[in-house]
């Protein structure tokens, strides 16, 4: 492969991590309007339905991931665009702990709300790479990476986790590094779209 085809494969895989986190966000609203919609608009907060979303970051920021105890379901599912069908909660516990390892980002909350069955939480990661992850070696570059935790709350606890990247610094470095992230990922709709004509 020349340099020419190289760089064309390039900016072909940064388009297609671009799409799937712009169709990865566009998902979250579409439930967090659902959400909304069931239950006649935007409810009033109560204190104990932010602490779900305020006690996610806590345990993500302070590397304090047992506090993920109380408010995650034992069966979460979970998904991002480094890796998908992350089953349990030990399983993404240890999939948080690799990258707070690895990367020991300084995590600045953005946002971060209940309404209903639905949360999210927006985050911005500081990051370094100087150690070991997935099987990357360390380069020692930083960046930052605006990420929203979108959530699905049952009886006051996280039973799914899905990630989306609102900044891509990360997602590309990854890639670049050569991480396998999923490709041409399919959840169920909400509403199933139709194909438009050519």
Do not use: C
Request: no cysteine; aromatic share 6%.
């Amino acid at each position: 492969m020349n340099s020419e085809e190289r760089h064309r494969s390039l900016l072909s895989r940064r388009k297609l991590l671009i799409n799937g986190a712009i169709a990865t966000a566009g998902l979250g609203l579409i439930g967090i309007a659902r959400a909304q919609e069931a239950t006649g608009g935007t409810q009033a907060l109560k204190a104990s339905d932010s602490s779900i979303t305020l006690r996610i970051y806590k345990g993500f920021s302070q590397n304090r991931l047992d506090l993920w105890d109380a408010v995650i379901h034992p069966d979460v599912k979970s998904n991002s665009t480094a890796g998908r069908n992350i089953d349990g909660i030990a399983a993404l516990k240890r999939w948080n702990q690799s990258f707070i390892d690895a990367f020991r980002p300084r995590t600045d909350l953005v946002d971060h709300f209940v309404a209903g069955d639905r949360g999210l939480v927006t985050i911005n990661l500081h990051w370094k790479h100087d150690r070991p992850f997935n099987g990357l070696a360390p380069t020692g570059k930083t960046g930052t990476s605006v990420e929203n935790f979108i959530l699905r709350i049952e009886n006051g606890l996280v039973t799914q986790w899905d990630v989306a990247d609102a900044s891509l610094d990360l997602a590309i470095y990854l890639h670049d590094e050569g991480l396998k992230m999923p490709t041409f990922v399919e959840p169920s709709p909400l509403i199933k779209g139709v194909a438009l004509p050519s």
